[in-house]
């Protein structure tokens, strides 16, 4: 059996991760189904108990996610319209008790090709900020997240939380997935888009990703080209804008079947944009 540290304040966990390498777990709901009988002498650091760590934060100009932010808390947090496509992925993972203990750090760090909050976090542009003693860093989630179940995190660093921006003016992001269920499933393909708009309603930026059809989610640029100035028109997005994507035959699908799903479900997000769902923020 390994070493188990249950650390109460953030340097003494840093402090702890310069002196050895740890397994840095919260809510461990993805760890212990998979991992713990193929490696039951690692050493674990439980941040469960860093309360600096815990509490969502709304800010003019930015939301804070701290790496102890649960599923359930993004779903009860308030987040405005331009970070709905995050409360939509929360309230699709798992079922409650999955999202009362998963957090949202721990969906990005465990980097799987199939999570869920990965191409949400790619369209909202969001930053992971890392700290090490002495030290703190922050990366775009697209240089975070390097492939399947890999990610530029040093073994002595933390990831504290994301920074999430919040545009000056209207905005709106949504959230869509596939799955062989609606709950209580690994996605097949999932996508997300942000907007910002013109006060016309023509779309000023866009950020667009997929998730499930490659090594890792990814943006796609030559799609969000295509509608920058333009009024959300579903029609717009075509089967080329996919090129970057290379989806795989596994159990849940073919890649075929993946590529025509991402297809579809780009074409419904870009139409939610163009909804009238009260005032984008």
Same mark, same amino acid.
């Given at each position: 059996?390994?070493?188990?540290?249950?650390?109460?304040?953030?340097?003494?966990? /840093?402090? #702890? *991760?310069? !002196?050895?390498?740890?397994?840095?777990?919260? @809510?461990?709901?993805?760890?212990? %189904?998979?991992?713990?009988?193929?490696?039951?002498?690692?050493?674990?650091?439980?941040?469960?108990?860093?309360?600096?760590?815990?509490?969502?934060?709304?800010?003019?100009?930015?939301?804070?996610?701290?790496?102890?932010?649960?599923?359930?808390?993004?779903?009860?947090?308030g987040l405005p319209a331009s970070a709905a496509a995050l409360v939509a992925a929360a309230r699709g993972i798992g079922g409650q008790q999955v999202q009362n203990a998963a957090t949202?750090?721990?969906?990005?760090?465990?980097?799987?090709?199939?999570?869920?909050?990965?191409?949400? /976090?790619? #369209? *909202?542009? !969001?930053?992971?900020?890392?700290?090490?003693? @002495?030290?703190?860093?922050?990366? %775009?989630?697209?240089?975070?997240?390097?492939?399947?179940?890999?990610?530029?995190?040093?073994?002595?660093?933390?990831?504290?939380?994301?920074?999430?921006?919040?545009?000056?003016?209207?905005?709106?992001?949504?959230?869509?997935k596939l799955g062989a269920r609606a709950y209580l499933v690994i996605s097949i393909v999932m996508v997300a888009l942000a907007a910002e708009f013109l006060p016309d309603g023509r779309i000023a930026a866009l950020r667009a990703a997929v998730g499930a059809c490659a090594s890792r989610a990814l943006r796609l640029s030559a799609l969000e080209a295509a509608l920058l100035g333009r009024f959300p028109d579903p029609a717009l997005v075509a089967a080329e804008h996919l090129a970057p994507l290379s989806p795989i035959d596994d159990a849940r699908a073919s890649a075929a079947y993946r590529r025509a799903a991402a297809l579809t479900l780009l074409r419904r997000a870009v139409a939610r944009l163009g909804e009238p769902e009260g005032s984008p923020t």
């Open positions: 059996m390994g070493l188990y540290l249950r650390p109460e304040t953030l340097p003494d966990a /840093l402090s #702890a *991760l310069a !002196a050895g390498r740890y397994t840095i777990l919260s @809510g461990a709901t993805d760890h212990f %189904p998979a991992r713990v009988l193929a490696t039951p002498a690692e050493d674990i650091l439980d941040i469960s108990g860093l309360a600096e760590l815990a509490a969502i934060r709304i800010d003019a100009d930015r939301i804070w996610i701290p790496a102890r932010a649960t599923w359930r808390a993004v779903i009860d947090a949202v750090i721990g969906n990005l760090c465990n980097a799987s090709p199939a999570a869920d909050g990965i191409p949400v /976090l790619l #369209a *909202l542009d !969001a930053e992971v900020e890392l700290a090490r003693l @002495g030290e703190r860093r922050r990366l %775009p989630v697209a240089e975070f997240v390097l492939g399947n179940r890999r990610t530029a995190r040093a073994p002595d660093e933390l990831v504290l939380g994301l920074h999430i921006p919040r545009p000056a003016g209207p905005a709106r992001s949504v959230f869509e």
